[in-house]
């Protein structure tokens, strides 16, 4: 069963809506709030009012992008978790009630398995069972996808995601949020091996960020007493050193997996995997190793909605809706 779904995503500061036909994307609008820049994170009060605002121009252009109108739509789905509770709510109502008007039904998406379909947008296409590192501000995870709605987590962050290590330190150097594309665009003129951090062992497939954001304020706190402009001055080096060290750890938990597991089809999800470091260091260890790497859009791996009506389209296909009495969970799990 196929059909044309628009979808809605509205977890964390980003507005945006999508039109799906037949597995087909046919738009994609992101409207990205910048309210948040100044406070160094996303202010969950903020990003609701925002969402509010912007919801019905994003939906709008979706459907007039994609040459869709209301009439032609056969479902609706919309971002049930996990993400901002308030932000959530939003997108969920908004859904609700053009689902309700237009006697269609309404689709929950779990956010995190959406940034792995984000795979299936775009040609080429992993084969299953495929390993997905993903990635992201709220999420650092390894999982296992056997089939598109069949995914299984195999490890994860004990404590911050690697979004939130590249926020954390780039807020500890000063720079605006979010850091992590500002620690890419520094790092690209330092030296990786300037500073070494130290990086803990954690069991299995599992993964810890904490120390080591603890490690850079430390550093960061001692040289400044030396050299009030030690961080200025030493600014790509420094990005340079803590994107090696993170990406490090990423890398041996997905080598190690990838052993273990012998699953050679390997993938890259969530906002982090727009890092262009990772990227590349992905593509060579993938050459070594006789990987498949599989690597979406920029665009698909930041928030989206086309990867929310990716996910959509699975779902339709198995005729998974949700009563109208749903309510969003802001811990969904998969
Ligand atoms: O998936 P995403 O857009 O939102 C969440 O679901 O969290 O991920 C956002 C995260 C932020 O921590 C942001 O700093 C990080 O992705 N990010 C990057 C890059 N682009 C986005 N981190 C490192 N390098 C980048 N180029
Ligand atoms: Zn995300």
């Not at 789905?77 to 009630?97: D, E, I, N, Q």
């Not at 929950?108 to 992201?136: E, W």
Request: aromatic residues 8%.
């Amino acid at each position: 069963m196929s059909g044309t779904i628009l979808a809605i995503e509205s977890s964390c500061d980003e507005t945006s809506a999508s039109v799906v036909k037949n597995g087909t994307v046919l738009s994609n609008i992101v409207s990205t709030q910048e309210v948040h820049q100044k406070y160094g994170g996303v202010v969950p009060e903020l990003a609701s009012r925002a969402h509010q605002k912007n919801i019905l121009p994003v939906v709008s252009a979706a459907l007039d992008d994609a040459g869709v109108e209301k009439k032609d739509l056969d479902a609706v789905a919309f971002t049930k978790g996990p993400g901002l509770l308030g932000a959530l709510l939003v997108g969920t109502s908004f859904a609700k009630g053009m689902a309700m008007a237009l006697d269609i039904p309404l689709i929950g998406v779990n956010h995190m398995q959406a940034h792995i379909l984000a795979h299936f947008i775009d040609d080429p296409k992993p084969n299953f069972p495929f390993l997905c590192l993903t990635v992201s501000g709220g999420h650092t995870q390894l999982v296992v996808v056997h089939s598109p709605l069949n995914m299984e987590i195999v490890g994860e962050t004990i404590d911050d995601a690697v979004g939130e290590a590249f926020d954390k330190t780039a807020k500890i150097m000063g720079l605006d949020y979010p850091g992590g594309p500002l620690i890419d665009k520094y790092a690209k003129e330092g030296d990786p091996l300037k500073y070494e951090f130290p990086n803990v062992n954690i069991p299995e497939y599992n993964f810890s960020f904490s120390g080591i954001k603890t490690a850079f304020l430390n550093f960061l706190r001692k040289e400044s007493q030396k050299d009030e402009n030690f961080v200025k001055d030493n600014m790509a080096d420094l990005c340079a050193s803590i994107q090696y060290t993170l990406i490090k750890i990423l890398m041996k938990k997905l080598i190690k997996a990838s052993k273990d597991l012998n699953i050679k089809e390997i993938g890259i999800a969530g906002g982090v995997s727009a890092n262009s470091s990772l990227r590349n260091t992905i593509l060579e260890e993938g050459k070594k190793r006789g990987w498949n790497v599989f690597i979406p859009e920029f665009e698909h791996c930041t928030d989206n909605a086309a990867m929310i009506a990716m996910a959509a389209h699975y779902q339709y296909e198995g005729k998974d809706f949700e009563a109208l009495n749903t309510s969003p969970n802001p811990r969904l799990k998969f």
